[in-house]
């Protein structure tokens, strides 16, 4: 059994190595095709079982809910997030004070500004189908990036 624990231990510990060396290799091809590799990462995370998967739960939402702070209110409830989604005037934003990446505040990757834009993926795809139409997501600020927080802005 410890043995079992210990290969799982080093198993976990490569693959976080080997997506920490995809992600810093990443940085070096061109923004656009970086931008889509990982908010393409960040859709698969959101149906990725652990969340719920939380494009389920954000189905559910959407087929209850039609009023904006009706959904927001759900959505800061029922998801597993790093912060709290506001309203203003037609933007959504949410600042966070911690990375809202399950793998690097886990430390299994390095926290890098090519992974936050796998978040922001994430928050795409939450919030395309919370409100049924494709958003704009703007990471304006990033601790990937060397900020303070995180400050995402949905533009619906």
């Known amino acids: 059994m410890e043995d079992e624990l210990r290969r799982k231990e080093a198993l976990l510990r490569m693959t976080g190595n080997l997506l920490s060396a995809i992600l810093e290799g990443l940085g070096g091809v061109d923004p656009e095709t970086r931008s889509r590799m990982m908010e393409a990462c960040g859709e698969a995370c959101a149906r990725e079982e652990f969340w719920g998967p939380a494009i389920d739960i954000a189905r559910r939402i959407a087929e209850e809910e ?66 049924g139409k494709p958003v704009r997501v703007d990471l304006e600020k990033s601790m990937g990036r060397g900020d303070d927080v995180c400050r995402y802005v949905v533009y619906a």
Do not use: H, Y
């Open 66 to 131: 039609t009023d904006l702070d009706r959904i927001l209110e759900r959505a800061n409830s029922e998801f597993l997030w790093c912060g709290k989604w506001t309203r203003e005037n037609d933007t959504i934003i949410c600042p966070c004070t911690e990375c809202g990446c399950l793998l690097a505040n886990q430390g299994v990757v390095k926290m890098n500004a090519t992974l936050c834009l796998c978040s922001r993926g994430w928050v795409k795809t939450i919030f395309e189908t919370l409100l």
